[in-house]
């Protein structure tokens, strides 16, 4: 009987794992990155194991440090997980976040769940990579920050969603509703009320914390109550939505040959945009919402039907 590396990796990712930063050196040579494999060993001393790719770019200076840090992150936190397994390198890292130091001088991420400031005490060669031991010299813990894990190759927390929070999301799927149905009696132009819906939606969703990186990224834990209602009004905006597109059709002045599911379409259009958005990014959400009206006007636009025509019925 064999046991594949598929099998193996298939159930590592049903395996929670807390999603850290492991942090080295300072100034302009601080390095870092994300890291699940990360284990409490023993308490007499107090150490701690990571387990590190050798291919990682930390992993040099981790030789040469001899010292590290993990940041346990907070499920607010999710932005710097992603930053720090990207394409951005090095000192840049650290662009965002709050750094401090304690003892060995390795960065310590302001508001993580725990900082564990260590001293390397042991290297385990194991294949492709190095289980660092480290003593723990000093640490640090936020008692209110709830972890960041990462299972089912995803982000989830631990964070029950509370009252304010549903209510919250309830509001701003609230209005984004209502904005689709003023929308939807502006002119006598759908195609015109359509975009003016897209502009206000992209908006509300750049500058709405509740409806979007909460709930959407940090995966709360809604109660089955709680999510039963927040869906139910999450399908009566896609009703509405449709209802304009289908006033569109009748009209005779946009196309969609199924208005349900270019409704769910411009939802992945615009509904997402706030994973992309940053406040003080190279575009403000009016330009991004005029950028999104031009696109969705093309997906919906009649002008181009003659191109269109013969595919139509293949593609629904
Ligand atoms: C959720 C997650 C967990 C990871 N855990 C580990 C880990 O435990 N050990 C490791 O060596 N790399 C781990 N990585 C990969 C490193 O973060 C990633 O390879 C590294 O940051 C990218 O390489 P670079 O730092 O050389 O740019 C993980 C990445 C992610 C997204």
Redesign the pocket.
């Known amino acids: 009987m064999t046991f594949s590396r598929e099998e193996f990796v298939g159930a590592m990712r049903r395996f929670p794992?807390a999603?850290n930063i492991i942090t080295t050196g300072t100034g302009d040579s601080r390095a870092g990155?994300?890291?699940?494999?990360?284990i409490s060993l023993t308490a007499d001393p107090p150490q701690v194991g990571?387990?590190?790719?050798r291919?990682?770019?930390?992993y040099p200076q981790l030789v040469e440090n001899g010292y590290f840090c993990i940041n346990t992150l907070a499920s607010d936190q999710l932005e710097l997980?992603s930053r720090?397994?990207g394409p951005i390198?090095g000192a840049q890292r650290f662009l965002e976040g709050k750094w401090t130091e304690l003892k060995t001088g390795a960065p310590v991420l302001e508001g993580a769940v725990v900082n564990l400031d260590c001293k390397v005490t042991n290297r385990l060669e194991l294949s492709t990579?190095t289980l660092f031991v480290g003593e723990v010299v000093a640490a640090r813990q936020a008692i209110d920050a709830k972890q960041l894990l990462?299972v089912d190759g995803d982000w989830a927390s631990l964070l029950p969603a509370t009252g304010r929070d549903v209510a919250g999301v309830m509001d701003g799927i609230h209005t984004v509703t209502s904005a689709v149905e003023r929308a939807s009696r502006l002119s006598d132009d759908p195609l015109a009320n359509l975009e003016a819906f897209v502009k206000e939606w992209t908006k509300i969703y750049t500058t709405t914390e509740a409806v979007t990186q909460k709930y959407m990224s940090a995966k709360l834990y809604v109660s089955p109550i709680d999510l039963q209602a927040l869906n139910a009004a999450g399908r009566e905006f896609d009703d509405r939505l449709t209802a304009l597109l289908a006033q569109g059709v009748e009209a005779g002045c946009l196309e969609a040959a199924d208005p349900r599911l270019t409704a769910y379409a411009i939802s992945g259009l615009v509904g997402w945009i706030h994973r992309w958005y940053r406040p003080d990014g190279r575009l403000s959400p009016e330009e991004i919402g005029q950028y999104l009206a031009v696109l969705v006007r093309k997906m919906v636009s009649c002008s181009d039907k003659t191109e269109t025509s013969g595919s139509r019925t293949g593609v629904i």
């Not at 990155?33 to 990360?38: D, K, L, N, S, V």
């Not at 990571?50 to 790719?53: G, T």
């Open positions: 794992g999603a990155f994300t890291a699940t494999a990360c990571v387990a590190v790719n291919t990682v770019s930390s997980a720090f397994s390198k990579h990462y």
